[in-house]
């Protein structure tokens, strides 16, 4: 609460320019306010909170709410009635003013807290530890009579009083950061930076500040970027700062996502103009890529699948236009209309929904057709049978489209008995009789054998696959065509030309859907997170980092017996800021990854992600047929 300067002018004048809040402390303490009482200081800056705490914000990330605060004389989060350690953010002797934080000694003693500010902290006595000023005993109540000992903590005398200001919020955050409390400051990726600094310089038992840090982070939701571009841009600082590479590329996703919106953070004025520079140029991009995907979904591949990409006869490409106009009437009777109306917003013909809507569509269907025992290996394909040839014609559309092949490119093909054909002996018999109902005989039965080849050709066993509404509208379609007869296309090369263009568009799909590999949380957004070719981050373009690179490139001959003493341990190497590295590790079951047989995604910590590392062998498309989980 602000104090009024005295006026020099009239006492009268003075009375009037003081505020409800000085008069009340006036009372409390029974004492006037002299001018030297106000003679500012570098730690007493703290004493009038106006002067420095303009725009300090309490960000508090579990509930997405930040609020102006305006604490540091006395911070009721860091106040605990039953604390026995009082912190005062000043040197012994050097101000009347009572401590700015009771804390339980417990908690801070377990952090080491008291060797790395150098400090043991004093008994008091149980009257000492509740004396404070008067005003202080009526705002916070009588706490209760217990042996409380002090810190005193000043700010370095070579500091400004906006550093020193800066220094307290720090020291304040320190604390708030072991005893699970939101940190407060002008910005909250540079109040983060500062807190892992002070860690670092705080010659703690614990050498890896950065996990608990980014424990800490997690733990109070600055790690949760999904639809808060206040946490993204933040922790965007925070890991450029530090060359953080994995938790910056996860920031940096869905801050392009969210490209349009950064704007409106007071976070984005402390990007870096690279970095902005680099989040425009990904997100047009990927709009880009994003409108061309639109197009082609809306035709259901007609352009990229046309008589110049795909060689079919005329019964095949008739059975091929059959079954767009199938897939045309299932989607116009989910949405009302195909294809859908352009987003205004991004330009884009298809929202992130729908995009993901079909993706799970196709990859159940996909499920529900493959061979699971085929591979991409040209070693291990299996001989020709004559006909279409499916994986020549799907590895060209992966080649021209720069996609990574599916793990299974082949469908399971129905076998129809030779002797249930109309033409075999047993068909010819029962035709000799002449009779109407022989014939009719006939090709029931031929019917039902193209059904039943047809319906063994599929993976139905799996429960999962078969709730999907397109799913069952496929088994009715295969199920209609076979019962027609009206194309001349044989039930093999028919279910060829079907998965053809299921296995285009499922790679179309997973291409507008799969986020990169450190991104953690994919589900639930509003925006695109498939951002390919982002690039280096900015600390491994400059001039200087490429000089190190061309630097470790270069051969260094050591002598023998340095390798030697490497070899035995015996070299001390220096200590370091932990990297947030990506080593191999156990493989991790990420949302990103699109797996068929774990729709529901899973969220790996930040620090999970530090200690095992981002497993890079992961395939885009999981088809592992030990796998259950759902």
Known sequence: MPESRRSTRSSGAARSSSTAADDYFRQARGLELHPASRRPSIDGMIDKPGRHAGGVKRWDGNRRMTTEWDCLRRDPELWFPDGDCLIHLYARGQSRRGPSFRLPLAQLASSQVFVAYGSRPDVRSPQSAESGSSSDRIYFGNPPTVQARELYIPAPARLSPGGAFRYHLTTRNVFASILGRPVVGTHLGQALIDLLERMNTLNLTEDDHLRDILVYMEDEGYGEFRECPDHALAVLIFAEHFELQGLWTDAFVHCA??????????????????????????????????????????????????????????????????????????????????????????????????????????????????????????????????????????????????????????????????????????????????????????????????????????????????????????????????????????????????????????????????????????????????????????????????????????????????????????????????????????????????????????????????????????SLIEIDSDSNSS
Request: hydrophobic fraction near 35%; charge should be positive; aromatic fraction near 10%.
């Open 257 to 618: 996502g969210m490209n349009n919106r950064l704007t409106e953070s007071g976070e984005f004025e402390a990007v870096s103009r690279v970095t902005k520079a680099l989040m425009m140029r990904t997100r047009l991009e990927t709009d880009l890529r994003l409108e061309h995907a639109g197009r082609s979904l809306s035709t259901f591949l007609e352009d990229d699948l046309s008589a110049a990409y795909l060689g079919l006869g005329n019964g095949p490409r008739v059975h091929l236009d059959r079954f767009r106009s199938f897939l045309h009437s299932f989607y116009v009777g989910r949405y009302g209309y195909w294809p859908p109306p352009i987003n205004n917003a991004s330009n884009v013909a298809f929202s992130q929904s729908a995009f993901r809507s079909m993706y799970f569509d196709f990859r159940s269907l996909y499920q529900y057709l493959v061979d699971t025992e085929s591979t991409t290996s040209l070693q291990d394909q299996k001989p020709a049978d004559g006909g279409l040839c499916v994986f020549q014609n799907v590895t060209a559309f992966d080649r021209r489209h720069g996609y990574a092949s599916l793990p299974h490119p082949h469908p399971l093909v129905p076998e129809c008995a030779k002797d249930l054909t109309p033409r075999s002996a047993a068909s010819l018999d029962v035709l000799k009789i002449g009779a109407p109902f022989g014939r009719r005989k006939a090709r029931k039965a031929k019917r039902i054998a193209a059904i039943a080849a047809l319906s063994a050709a599929t993976n139905s066993e799996d429960v999962t696959v078969m709730d999907c509404p397109l799913v069952r509208e496929y088994m009715w379609f295969e199920k209609a065509f076979t019962l027609e007869e009206k194309e001349k296309v044989s039930l093999a090369e028919a279910r060829k030309v079907r998965w053809i263009l299921i296995y285009t568009i499922l790679q179309v799909l997973v291409s507008v859907n799969k986020a990169p590999i450190e991104v953690r949380d994919t589900g639930g957004v509003s925006y695109p997170l498939c951002f390919q070719n982002i690039g280096k981050p900015p600390w491994k373009t400059s001039s200087r980092a490429q000089a190190s690179e061309e630097r470790e490139d270069e051969i260094e001959i050591m002598p023998d017996a340095y390798y030697l003493t490497i070899r035995s341990g015996s070299t001390k190497s220096p200590k370091v800021t932990p990297k947030y590295t990506a080593s191999p590790a156990p493989t991790l079951n990420m949302s990103h990854n699109l797996s068929v047989r774990s729709p529901q995604p899973l969220r790996a910590s930040s620090s999970a992600l530090l200690e095992h590392g981002h497993d890079k062998a992961l």
